[in-house]
């Protein structure tokens, strides 16, 4: 069965720092992967979607790498504020499925 | 403010209550999704409806009833639930249904469910 990893440790970096998360993937590849950033006791907001044909995607601070052939995205926020320090989940939307699987999430921890 | 809208937020309710919760948009969303999220867990899709019917039931059990009254509204109703389905259930709506056109998908801030 398909599995997404997220790095279940909570990421410590300090402010101004580039921030890197990894989602790793199993089996299939998506058709598109979406970056979602939950903070305690709200819902998912969706922060960037990458397409299985494309390599990378950027949105301001954001930056998303999409392999194909290592399965795997990175999510990268450069210049990060402590208002960054959130839970980000990656989901995956499979070739012949309507829905999206989320990952566990990394929990991200900006000090300033 | 998110622009999907839950209530109630908090709810506690005794296994042998009825109850329901309620979702709203008003982005002319054709696709909108039920969730539950336990801490530290992803969500985990419960149903999805689109164009108002149901089109996806995550093999949820019947003490969780699903019902779409129109374009702008799902409700969950609740009937003899047990003190392990105490968990955040978020509402979600897309344009269409994922995965078959690149939509995202926007959450409102879910209501904390507790069965005592």
């Known amino acids: 069965s398909q599995k997404i990893e997220q790095n279940s440790e909570a990421l410590n970096i300090q402010e101004g720092k580039t921030a890197t998360l990894t989602c790793n993937y199993t089996n299939y590849s998506p058709a598109y992967l979406q970056w979602y950033r939950q903070d305690p006791g709200r819902g998912p907001v969706f ?3 990458i397409r299985e044909n494309e390599k990378e995607k950027r949105k301001e601070r954001l930056k998303v790498t999409f392999d194909t052939t290592l399965k795997q995205s990175l999510f990268h926020i450069t210049a990060s504020q402590p ?5 980000y989940l990656c989901a995956l939307a499979f070739s012949g499925y309507s829905t999206l699987t989320f990952g566990k999430g990394t929990m991200l921890l900006v000090s300033p | 403010d998110t ?3 839950q209530t109630p937020k908090h709810l506690v309710m005794g296994m042998t209550n009825k109850k329901s919760l309620k979702c709203e948009q008003h982005m002319g969303h054709r696709a909108m999704y039920w969730y539950k999220q336990k801490a530290k867990k992803p969500p985990e899709l419960m149903f999805v409806y689109s164009y108002e019917k149901l089109s996806i039931n995550e093999s949820v059990p019947s003490r969780f009833s699903p019902e779409c009254p129109n374009s702008s509204l799902l409700n969950l109703h609740l009937h003899a639930l047990q003190p392990e389905d105490s968990a955040l259930y978020l509402c979600a709506s897309s344009q269409v249904v994922s995965g078959a056109s690149n939509q995202p998908q926007h959450f409102g801030d879910g209501t904390r469910l507790s069965i005592l």
């Open chain 2, 3 to 5: 622009e999907v809208t």
């Open chain 1, 83 to 87: 208002a960054d320090s959130a839970t």
């Open chain 1, 47 to 49: 922060l960037l979607l």
